[in-house]
């Protein structure tokens, strides 16, 4: 069967995707293009705005294909399909499988069935209680250099203004062996890097009373020849000294890291249910900086929740400019069917969150591009993920991402394919959003 995937959202979806991707290659599937494709993926995501109609309207897009051929179908996953389930049956008729987080792991066998039987729909919406386990096959050819490693899935923090306990269930931290099999794994087949992922993975293990986040963090850097290590996301009331000393300890720990803060006001951070204040959240930069003082921090802010007054945008922009972030991300609040702060008044209106999140917008550009100008005249290693996109025939030839995730194009004019190597480079200029400089020496 040819099949196609669409993917919303973050790198937990991305990974599910890929994963999927790779188990339907493992049944002799074949990856297509959407208008060859006879089975449609849609793997969604409902944590930012109007997520169904996005869906929606790919739907819409695709129910096209199958009047030319009238037995392709579509399965609809994440968190949309967790919330909608089996309306989406009654909406498109091509849709024949919903599965919701928990349900990933056993969607690949349920599209070979549905491929074998037309008249059959199905749908994997439960709750499971422990981590679902997976099949790993990866293919025989040479892996990418970087891979992401599931460590949990769900979170058990209900913030005020997040969906996804709803639709990605409570916490489940997977079993500390199986995640150090695969990086091992990943490592013998050419990985370089490895980033772990779940939702909040600084509360890894304790739905299960296994090893900490930390002790896993460790065995993590030490399996022999991961050159670097990364991990996603982070919730700042979990993220244990210990974790911070890893930064300053194991060498192949990136310095960077993605500590979301939404916001710099005590008021609105306990209205969230965020359990910290703007101080502890600066204690932490303050650690992180001790122990690595070159450690990039990256965030996420939310303008406009519901109470939010201009002196607490104040207080925001305040610890904004005191954590002196390289970079951020900023979203307009927006109330997600359900979720706590749905209730919460008095709502800001749409013209001062849009106007907020311009004002915003000044002091993290600016830290972003000090940030990068800041790198100029100095080595750094990276590792290249492929071709540069020139827009002229004398631009940079190769892209990578430095130590702590800086985005870098570099000149070379030697005859290697230099797609997965780690090469030293000297940096040259900065650009709005990325670096430039040149490769002064390949590693391998
Ligand atoms: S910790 Fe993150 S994923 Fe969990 S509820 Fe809060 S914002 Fe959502």
Redesign the pocket.
């Known amino acids: 069967m040819r099949y196609h995937i669409v993917t919303f959202g973050c790198q937990m979806n991305a990974a599910d995707s890929d994963w999927l991707s790779r188990r339907l290659d493992s049944f002799g599937w074949e990856k297509s293009p959407e208008r060859d494709a006879e089975v449609f993926i849609v793997n969604t995501c409902s944590v930012r705005d109007k997520p169904e109609q996005k869906v929606y309207s790919v739907l819409g897009r695709l129910a096209e294909h199958r009047r030319a051929n009238p037995r392709a179908f579509a399965a609809v996953g994440g968190c949309v399909a967790q919330q909608i389930g089996a309306g989406f049956f009654k909406r498109f008729p091509m849709v024949r499988l919903v599965f919701g987080a928990d349900g990933v792991a056993q969607a690949p066998e349920a599209l070979a069935r549905l491929a074998a039987e037309p008249g059959l729909r199905l749908s994997l919406l439960d709750f499971i209680e422990h981590y679902p386990q997976r099949e790993r096959s990866y293919p025989d050819a040479p892996l990418p250099a970087q891979a992401y490693v599931s460590i949990m899935q769900g979170?058990?923090?209900?913030?005020a203004?997040?969906?996804?306990?709803y639709v990605?269930g409570r916490q489940k931290s997977r079993p500390a062996g199986d995640v150090l099999a695969e990086c091992r794994e990943l490592t013998g087949r050419g990985v370089k890097e490895i980033t772990l992922l779940g939702?909040?993975v600084n509360s890894y293990g304790q739905d299960r009373g296994s090893v900490s986040f930390a002790a896993l963090l460790r065995e993590v850097c030490a399996v022999p020849g991961l050159a670097r290590v990364r991990f996603v996301?982070s919730?700042p009331k979990d993220l244990a000294d210990e974790v911070i000393a890893a930064f300053g300890e194991c060498q192949n720990l990136c310095p960077s890291l993605h500590l979301?803060m939404?916001s710099g006001s005590d008021a609105v951070l306990r209205r969230m249910?965020?359990k910290y204040t703007a101080r502890d959240y600066l204690g932490l930069v303050d650690k992180l900086r001790r122990a690595r003082a070159d450690i990039a921090l990256s965030t996420d802010v939310i303008v406009g929740f519901p109470g939010e007054s201009e002196e607490d945008f104040l207080q925001t922009l305040d610890v904004v400019r005191q954590a002196g972030f390289d970079s951020a991300f900023s979203f307009m609040y927006c109330d997600r069917p359900g979720v706590a702060a749905a209730k919460l008044t008095p709502k800001v209106p749409e013209e001062v969150k849009a106007e907020r999140l311009a004002r915003l917008h000044e002091p993290v550009e600016a830290l972003a591009e000090a940030s990068l100008a800041a790198r100029v005249g100095r080595r750094c290693r990276v590792l290249i993920e492929g071709p540069s996109k020139r827009a002229a025939a004398d631009e940079a030839s190769w892209r990578g991402r430095d130590e702590a995730g800086r985005t870098v194009n570099l000149d070379y004019e030697g005859p290697l394919d230099l797609t997965g190597k780690l090469v030293s480079a000297l940096v040259r200029e900065a650009k709005r959003h990325s670096l430039r400089g040149s490769v002064e020496e390949v590693h391998d």
Do not use: A, L, M
């Not at 979170?155 to 913030?159: G, I, R």
């Not at 203004?161 to 306990?165: E, L, S």
């Open positions: 979170c058990d923090n209900f913030c203004y997040c969906i996804v306990p990605r939702q909040n996301t919730h979301p939404q249910g965020r």
